[in-house]
């Protein structure tokens, strides 16, 4: 037994997994009524400590108390009973079920016939929906919403079981600024309820504005638990990383060249119109709006995903025409999608086969035999670089850890040796040591003369990496900006919330 004051204390947890010790005996103490911040690198441990807690898979040893008691041998419905709930880091929803199927799913209400009661489940539902402002309807079917929304409603279902305690797996990886905002509130809230929540995040200004402590793990070792405000940025990263990172954003300035591809008035059905652009050899064009501004279907349309309605691109001064990734792969673009879970890795699949997947003809031979050698070299040259935590390149993609898997997806598309690269949203979900070698290698990349476009949600990021910033509101580019004049974020969101503009209106 333990003194009362905490709600939760986790005592030297070891986690093996065949091959991997993901947990080599770690702690983890929760006071009543606390947001604690749970913080690592990208495969340091905590989603594996989150899932022993809720009791997806027991640890292999150590102890549980919750308020007090021992908790041992039980499976996440246990769990639920005693007042622990997640949200989850990977989505998965029932997605030709309703909202309201989603939240009650196992425990609907049921009638005296013993049927389920859809009347009570959706006024249940409107009640849940309405404590985290949302206004939708329960009946709507989850593959209708957006990601965003679908992750709003994870956050509706963990707090529908009345948890004392509740985990947060990186549940704004997809949320609008608008919607991390509300979780905020909604969080602080439950605060004074006094429920306790364990908040994981990548994104170090959201542990500073919600947080009252943060315990840091690195590599399955405990490091150890401050005090938020006593903490600032670069502690806490020499905590994770165990070294100073001293530059975040490692731009090498480069010689620029001939414009490489150049997007003149191109328009689609209803996201966006007339936009107009280029991107330079060696040129970073870093992509800013806020979320649904537009940005990700014009790369997509540009990579040959949507129909475009009008509008004309040209690559090295020559008119092309992209209608399909395939095309696009002709012409040497690469897209990262932003929507990596759901669209870009195959679970099933190993990291080396997820890798060379976009880039099979590399690695044809004229004998139409495949180099597997070659393919080998070239995604563990990957694996090194951008340093994937991973057994081997043979271990199932599903087994890393999420900041790993986006890693591999961005190897991916780097193998493809592109000339113009575009990636959406490179780095979420992503730590901040990786963060910066990733940075790294599209600096390089640029180095070398390729042409990037990037999108970033990140002010920070796009500030840092761009030579130039074109900024969306509402479909329109409101300005194309030249990155080395002083240029402050808050100028910058003018641009993005359309009260500023540097272009006629088109
Ligand atoms: N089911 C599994 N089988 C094998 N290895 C696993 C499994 N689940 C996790 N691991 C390994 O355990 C380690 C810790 O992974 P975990 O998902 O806990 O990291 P994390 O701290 O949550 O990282 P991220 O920030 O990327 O989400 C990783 O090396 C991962 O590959
Ligand atoms: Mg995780």
Not at 222 to 241: C, N
Not at 259 to 273: A, G
Not at 416 to 425: G, H, M, R, W
Request: aromatic fraction near 6%.
């Amino acid at each position: 037994m333990t003194e009362n004051k905490n709600i939760l204390e986790m005592k030297d947890i070891v986690k093996t997994f065949p091959g991997v010790k993901a947990l080599k005996g770690v702690d983890l103490n929760i006071g009543y009524g606390e947001i604690h911040a749970v913080m690592g690198e990208n495969g340091a441990g905590k989603s594996t400590l989150m899932k022993c807690l809720i009791g997806i898979h027991p640890q292999t040893s150590g102890q549980i108390y919750f308020e007090g008691k021992l908790i041992e041998n039980y499976n996440t419905a246990e769990a639920l009973k005693i007042g622990i709930s997640m949200i989850h880091q990977e989505l998965n929803p029932v997605e030709f079920r309703s909202i309201a199927e989603n939240i009650w799913l196992g425990r609907e209400p049921k009638t005296k016939l013993g049927l389920v009661d859809h009347k009570k489940m959706y006024e249940m539902t409107k009640e849940v929906l309405k404590k985290i402002d949302l206004n939708e309807d329960p009946k709507k079917l989850m593959v209708d919403l957006t990601v965003a929304k679908m992750q709003m409603i994870e956050i509706a279902k963990a707090i529908s079981y009345n948890a004392k305690l509740i985990i947060m797996d990186e549940p704004t990886s997809a949320l609008t600024n608008k919607e991390i905002k509300q979780l905020f509130s909604i969080m602080r809230k439950l605060k004074e309820e006094g429920k306790s929540i364990i908040y994981i995040s990548h994104k170090l200004d959201e542990i500073f504005e919600i947080s009252d402590k943060v315990s840091v793990y690195r590599d399955g070792k405990y490091i150890g638990t401050e005090d938020t405000d006593k903490m600032d940025t670069a502690k806490l990263i020499k905590m994770m990383v165990g070294r100073d990172i001293d530059e975040m954003f490692p731009k090498v300035e480069c010689p620029i060249g001939d414009i490489k591809l150049e997007v003149s008035k191109l328009s689609d059905r209803s996201h966006f119109k007339n936009v107009s652009f280029n991107v330079r050899k060696g040129e970073i064009l870093g992509v800013a709006g806020l979320v649904g501004a537009g940005r990700t279907e014009v790369i997509e349309t540009l990579f040959g995903l949507r129909t475009r309605m009008s509008g004309q691109v040209k690559i090295d001064g020559k008119e092309v025409m992209i209608n399909s990734p395939q095309d696009a792969k002709v012409n040497k673009i690469a897209l990262l999608t932003e929507d990596r879970r759901l669209n870009g890795i195959f679970p099933m699949l190993t990291v080396f086969q997820n890798a060379f997947m976009a880039n099979i003809d590399k690695y044809v031979k004229k004998s139409k035999l495949f180099d597997h050698k070659k393919a080998t070299e070239d995604v563990n040259k990957f694996v090194d670089i951008i340093k994937i935590k991973t057994p081997n390149i043979y271990q199932k993609i599903e087994n890393l850890s999420g900041g790993n898997q986006q890693k591999v997806l961005v190897a991916r598309w780097l193998m493809t040796e592109p000339e113009i690269l575009i990636l959406d949203e490179p780095t979420r979900g992503i730590d901040v040591g990786a963060k910066a070698e990733i940075h790294r290698l599209i600096s390089t990349l640029a180095g070398q003369g390729k042409s990037i476009i990037m999108i970033s949600s990140e002010l920070p990021e796009i500030m840092g990496m761009s030579d130039r910033i074109m900024v969306m509101h509402e479909g329109k580019v409101t300005g194309i900006i030249d990155n080395h004049k002083d240029l402050t974020q808050e100028e910058l969101m003018l641009y993005a919330t359309g009260q500023a503009t540097s272009l006629p209106n088109n």
